[in-house]
């Protein structure tokens, strides 16, 4: 939880900061559908990488389930959702998600959003494979990222889309192709069960008020409009997912483990 430098924040925790509680690139109706997919109930033991600001842990814990751990390598943002969630039969560890600590097949439900977009294709392999360590048999795992469209995009555009969008969320943002995030799936021992895709409006008018609410959306206006700083780099945010739109989107998969 980066709240330091303007210029140098990344864009989920500027965003956060001028009041965006839903940063999920396909907003909160595809992270719905990846919930309605998981079907979290009572008997669940879920796990969850990189919870943020505790969006889609809230609608998790709504569903009581047996136990639910989150696991985030910033301390900062730990320390807020103990805080938030300290009610609650919620677990908040400082750990990695490429090697969490928990046991091995213990858990039955195992998402993340937004997050391994930011690592490096090994490293998204990496905690990939640690998904499939800690579930059980048949245990689900859920993604919900942003992707490249279409699958036979040209290498270059795909680079070069993939650099200005790391220069613009000061995060190194490599987004794949639906396919290239199948096959990281499959090959780290995954069953794909389910996918769908969405427009990567992360920042359009019309996504902000139905994942904030039109009060959330006008609170969110004008902490930008008295921020410029914040209004600049957020307006260069803007004028790069629209430069790309025809060639980013947001993707969820429901995945089984074999």
Known sequence: MNTGN??????????AKVGKKVLRPGGKVLTLKM????????NDDVAEFAPGLGFTAQKVLEKN???????????????????????????????????????????????????????????????????????????????????????????NIKKQIQRELAEAI???????????????????GFRIVKTETAPMHLLKSSRIISDEGLGGFLRI?????????IKKRILEMRNIFRKHEKNICAVMIIAAKE
Do not use: C
Not at 81 to 94: C, V
Not at 170 to 185: D, M, Q, S, Y
């Open 6 to 15: 303007i210029e140098k924040m990344s864009g989920h925790w500027l965003l």
């Open 35 to 42: 919930l309605e997919g998981l079907s979290v109930d009572p």
């Open 65 to 155: 389930p047996k136990s639910y751990v989150g696991i985030d390598a910033d301390n900062e943002a730990i320390a807020f959702l103990k805080n938030k969630f300290r009610s609650s039969i919620a677990d908040f560890e400082n750990g990695n998600a490429a090697e969490t600590g928990l046991k091995a097949a213990a858990k039955t439900k195992v998402y993340g959003e937004a997050m391994l977009t930011m690592h490096a294709d090994h490293r998204k392999s990496e905690i990939i494979r640690e998904a499939n360590r800690i579930l059980k048999p048949n245990g689900l795992y859920a993604i919900h990222e942003l992707a490249l469209k279409p699958d036979s995009l040209d290498e």
């Open 170 to 188: 000061k995060v190194n943002a490599r987004p794949l192709t639906l396919e290239e995030w199948k096959t990281l799936l499959r090959n780290e």
């Open 221 to 229: 206006v004008k902490n930008i409009f008295f921020q410029p700083e």
